[in-house]
């Protein structure tokens, strides 16, 4: 039965009408059009589907959108500002951290988080904020040096 929910999405109310059950994931990208956080697993391991909740990387593949209303919810498509990208998107593009791109949206947010509450981490802080997203393609290595070139070229992350 779809109900009036009204969630903080990249700093807009939106109010949209769906079952109060479903998944985050599939109101973010089926009613907002957002589509950064992905679909891989379903099992919350994968990391593909990761949105920021209230500062906090969050699964959002199967917590029913209901349980996230009254927070502030940020995805990738809410980092830039207007034409200005995020210095983690314009690391992340300078060193080329992608390759096939599924997993992009997950290693940002892991990222972005980490780097919220640690400005300059040590590179096993990196590792093992990363290491909760998947990535098939092995491009780790580019994506910690896409956090490392972060956090040198812009102290107000």
Do not use: W
Request: hydrophobic fraction near 35%; glycine fraction near 8%; charge should be neutral.
């Amino acid at each position: 039965m779809k109900k009036p929910l009204e969630l903080q999405v990249n700093g807009a109310v939106k109010t949209v009408e769906v079952d109060p059950e479903e998944p985050l994931l599939y109101v973010l990208r089926e009613e907002f059009s957002l589509n950064g956080p992905k679909f891989g697993c379903g099992l919350h391991q994968c990391g593909s589907c990761l949105v920021l909740v209230d500062g906090e990387a969050s699964y959002t593949c199967r917590i029913p959108c209901a349980s996230f209303e009254g927070k502030k919810i940020q995805s990738i498509e809410g980092l830039s500002n207007g034409d200005k990208l995020h210095v983690l998107q314009e690391a992340f593009f300078e060193v080329q951290a992608a390759q096939c791109g599924y997993c992009v949206n997950g290693m940002m947010i892991a990222a972005l988080e980490l780097l919220e509450g640690n400005s300059n981490p040590k590179m096993q802080e990196i590792k093992s904020a990363l290491n909760r997203v998947i990535c098939r393609c092995g491009t780790h290595s580019r994506f910690i040096k896409a956090v490392k070139k972060a956090t040198s070229s812009n102290s107000n992350l």
